[in-house]
């Protein structure tokens, strides 16, 4: 009697997972079939509400057929525990092991419904082309602590004579875009975007410098990826210079910017190619054209002899610049070993007409060390680097006298080195030392008392150590110090040490 009394419910059991499956298919098609048509938008939030409604009513359904499963299955259970023949009990137990596999089978595909129902419910960013964009960013505050004067209050990179400042600034918060695309020519289009709030005051702004034109643009790269290619466009800092210091208080310009740490973001059109067997690489190599901006000074040089500039110097000379640098990468790109050497050169001419070349000899380095710690850094050797972040600010000294024109390109030298210790995955500590240099013996016939700090520069020093906690994936928080020491031609080292506190939301 036992044994006949289990067939009938057995029979529905088997059935149930064949017609749950159907109707899970049926939910996944459903929702999946792509709108090839033109419809408008409130078509497809009509339909995808229609869709939602039914898996919704599904699920409720497979609610009801679980519970009705598991008092099946307790009416098996309870069945068991009474005495009955051997071949019985047998059947009992067998029929509560597949009815136990049915209902684990069931809350899995109820699961995988729900997922759907919730991922087809988040507000999804939608681009005219119809491919994947997702927005990211950092609301970042920094305060700031300046014991001496500096050039820049809360992005300070020069010490100079003078009191010092405290305040607070929320300029340095990013926003950007990241990009997907289509295949092309059997490689992986992407792109991003990247800008901050720390543009230049404009008249009609606000007092207390957050004026109405604040936007921009940092960094923006659009590339197609093959296995071992990628031809790329991007506004970044330059090939020969791939290593970036630790900071949360300095996002606008890098904590040794002008210190020895090549940043400026330029226009970049170049490729790189990875050699080597599989899908690691054994040498990497990249080439690129590069458009060098000129360097801060220049702007000042050009108004303090009545020149208006409409063109960059090395937009002047009519020919682009080039870069290349070859890598012995050692495993992932941003926490492998990696070792790299690099060249560039610019040709430019002066806002007096005299012709003059940017050029650079670079190492860099990142080499991870027991205990979760690393060192990285760089080093470069070169001539008239102001545009990109070295040289002391400038790219060479000039001056008028009696009618005759004195021009001098100065040399540069220059690097940083890091070094960093991970605690565990939320606590980082990096202590870090740059310097930039030009020979004072260059500039000491061109400076004087009453010029520019920018001219009479000779030396840049920074030394700065950080603390960077995150105490989950969205919540950044830091504590920073740093002593710059600047040093003129003709006169005393001046310095000031900025201390920074930076909280930060990620999204």
Known sequence: MSRNRSM?????????????????????????????????????????TEAMNRVQAQLEASQRQLEEMRAQLRALQASERMPTESSAGQTGESD??????????LRERQAVQETQIAVQEQTKVESESKFPVKVIGLVLMNGFVNTRNVDMSATPTLAVPGAGS????????????????PHLLGARSHGDLRVDFDGNS??????????????????????????HTELFFSMDRPLVSPNVPDSLTAIAEPPLAWSGDLWNWSPQFGVTQDLGFG????????????DIPDAPYTDGLAAANGVVLTKSTAESSRWPGVEARIALPG???EQGSQIGIGGLFAPHRSIGGTDFDTWAGTLDYRLPLPARMEVSGAFYRGQALGG???GAYKDYVFELDDGSYYFRTLDDVGGWVQWKQRVGQRLTFNEALGADEVPAGQLRPYAGTATSPYQNLARNRTITGNIIYSPS?????????RRIASSPANGATNSSDVIGVAAGYRF
């Not at 509560?96 to 089978?105: H, M, Y």
Request: hydrophobic fraction near 45%; aromatic fraction near 8%.
């Open 8 to 48: 009938p419910s057995r029979l529905s059991f088997w059935s149930l997972p064949r017609c749950t499956a159907g109707l899970t298919l049926l939910s996944l098609m459903t929702i999946n079939i792509p709108s090839l048509a033109q419809e408008s938008v409130a078509e497809q939030v009509r339909q995808l």
């Open 96 to 105: 509560a092991a597949k009815l136990a596999a049915q209902v684990d089978e």
């Open 166 to 181: 405290t305040g607070a600034s929320i300029r340095q918060t990013i926003l950007g875009f990241d990009m997907r695309g």
């Open 202 to 227: 404009v008249a009609g702004g606000y007092a207390n410098g957050y004026g109405v034109d604040l936007v921009r643009l940092r960094t923006a790269h659009a590339a197609l990826d093959w296995d």
């Open 279 to 290: 899908t690691r690489p054994l040498l990497r190599t990249q080439a690129a054209l590069i």
């Open 331 to 333: 495993g992932p790109p």
């Open 388 to 390: 990109l972040g070295g």
């Open 473 to 481: 994936a969205y919540l950044l928080f830091s504590l920073e110090y």
